[in-house]
């Protein structure tokens, strides 16, 4: 119903914007057919009213092309920003998928060999997932709860592995009410016991350094990693972060990247919009 009534009106409008157009046209040719003029100037000698009601008829004509032009424009600038949302969801929604079911494994394994170390990571984990499902869906959430799903994440690790890891997480921020989008942070904590602690047997390290001054939260996170496997750090979950930056943080962020021997460091700073 609302398309037959879109092609309507459109019909209508099509048929008034070429009428209008007309008018002027019809007018000129009927005045050089009836008189022996050789040019006219338009509305010349027409009756006063007549001619302004045909000038008031344009000016409306004009003003309603200007607003169809102003709602052109709103409906464009909306349209982009349902599209960013829409895209910023679906991004969100790939966050972390493979480390819940990883646990759950670990999980479905240690149930039997250690319960009680089994109920913690379950309650570890439930924060973890109610925080992804609800806190993630947020445009922006405390920075101090950022870095607690950060620490259950660490946390998590350190259960899971049977290894000793070398983890430092240092932590400086001067305004508590630092507001930032969720799950930015994690993807870069996810590359580092991925790519780097997962494929050493022995002297795996993550060294986390986060401050907020002046404005500015600032994330760096260096590990260590097997050089002689074939690395790829830069995968879909840095190109997710980059673009989510791109949407969120233009001209507002600065994500370094930088790989040399064995030692993957990733710094990321963004300024408050």
């Known amino acids: 119903m609302k398309h037959l009534l879109d092609r309507k009106y459109r019909l209508i409008l099509t048929i008034v914007l070429v009428g209008s157009a007309l008018i002027p046209i019809i007018i000129t040719a009927y005045e050089i057919l009836t008189t022996d003029k050789d040019s006219v100037v338009f509305l010349e000698g027409y009756n006063p009213i007549v001619s302004s009601l045909i000038i008031a008829y344009y000016i409306f004509l004009i003003g309603l092309g200007v607003l169809w032009i102003i709602k052109q424009l709103k409906s464009y600038v909306l349209l982009k920003g349902e599209i960013r949302k829409t895209e910023l969801m679906h991004l969100k929604s790939q966050v972390n998928p493979h480390f819940f079911f990883n646990m759950l494994n670990n999980l479905y394994g240690l149930v039997d060999k250690d319960s009680k170390q089994a109920q913690e990571l379950i309650l570890k984990l439930s924060d973890m997932m109610r925080y992804s499902i609800y806190e993630g ?35 400086d921020i001067d305004d508590n009410d630092y507001q930032i989008m969720p799950l930015l942070f994690i993807i870069l904590l996810e590359n580092a016991f991925k790519h780097g602690v997962e494929n050493l047997r022995e002297n795996a390290y993550v060294y986390i350094t986060m401050s907020a001054k002046h404005e500015q939260v600032h994330f760096d996170i260096k590990n260590n990693f097997d050089a002689t496997l074939e690395n790829e750090h830069e995968g879909i979950g840095l190109e997710n972060l980059k673009r989510r930056l791109e949407l969120v943080y233009p001209k507002h962020h600065d994500l370094l990247i930088s790989k040399t021997n064995n030692i993957f460091n990733a710094q990321l700073t963004i300024s408050k919009l």
Request: avoid cysteine.
């Open 137 to 171: 869906q947020k445009d922006t959430v405390l920075l101090s709860e950022e870095i607690d799903y950060l620490k259950n994440y660490i946390e998590l690790h350190k259960m899971r592995y049977h290894k000793t890891i070398d983890i430092q997480f240092n932590v």
